[in-house]
């Protein structure tokens, strides 16, 4: 039985590692959305993460400093666009488009002279028993730390806003920032801290594809994925447990478009490198025509400025 399914291993554990990146992109912008801040930095802070990580293992010669270091980056990024749009009140729209453009431009300067190096991989974790079992050995417990981080995080998440009191508050902001700060709720503070935790998961993705996805740096290696990201949000209309069906759809189909060709399949190339882009505004277009769904999900007051009384 392991023979017969020995081809479908691989392709379902280069699924997973697709979908890992989105997965932690997406939950970190999600909880930044439910506190109704809209960052379309995604792309950006995962660039600059990818780098600073990479960067920062091929210095100290350590996974662990990597990955911390990517996460930092994207916290940091996130933090001045926070400063910017909650206390400076620049329009969110183009203060994230700015971040993308300054990240990319600011990865690929500081990337220069890490092009062509290499590392290996993020090790995998041995799990005892669990790593020999047969299928579901190599699947499921023969992952690198970082892949069980993401659905630790995802339910972690969807618990802190669904059963704690701070995330009730933090969805109420989203939701109503007035009526929050009139109950004393501080919403600049919260709306920070939830921007910057969103900022350290695109980072911690942007890492996770420099070390572990493809462990080198190239110039723009995230290939748009920081958009996918914003879309899985909607896509899974801010709950977080539907972001784990989005991510590894998508996965799916990022990996679709490398094998295609290998099973001997006459489509274009060009078809294939656009199939993950235009499968997200496909579903766009798909969720958007439920617009009762939408409104009932999305925070009221995503995107909009939040003015202080007196």
Known sequence: MTGDLGWAIPLIV??????????????????????????????????????????????????????????????????????????????QVATGLALTIFGTGL????????????????????????????????????????????????????????????????????????????????VRAVRFAATAFGGCMSGLAGAYMSLAYSPSWSEGMTGGRGWIALALVVFATWRPARLLLGAYLFGGITILQLHVQAW??????????????????????LISRDSVRIRLNAPACLGRPFHAAG
């Open 14 to 91: 280069s699924i997973i590692s697709a979908a890992t990146p989105l997965l932690l992109a997406a939950t970190g912008e999600l909880v930044a959305e439910k506190s109704g801040v809209l960052n379309l930095g995604v792309e950006g802070l995962m660039l600059v993460g990818a780098i600073i990580g990479f960067a920062a293992t091929v210095g100290s010669g350590s996974d662990l400093v990597g990955v911390a270091a990517g996460a930092l980056a994207g916290t940091v990024l996130a933090s001045l666009f926070a400063l910017f749009t909650l206390f400076l009140l620049a329009n």
């Open 107 to 186: 990865s690929a300067l500081v990337g220069k002279a890490f092009v062509g190096i290499g590392l290996r991989p993020l090790p995998k974790l041995e799990l005892p028993v669990l790593t020999d079992l047969p299928i579901l050995g190599p699947v499921l417990f023969h992952q690198d730390a970082l892949v069980y981080a993401s659905l630790a995080l995802v339910a972690a998440v969807s618990w802190f806003l669904y059963r704690t009191h701070a995330g009730l508050v933090l969805r109420s902001i989203g939701d109503s920032h007035e009526a929050a700060h009139a109950i004393g709720y501080p």
């Open 264 to 285: 001997g399949l006459q489509v274009p190339s060009q078809f294939l490198t656009m199939l993950p882009y235009l499968a997200t505004v496909l579903v766009l277009v």
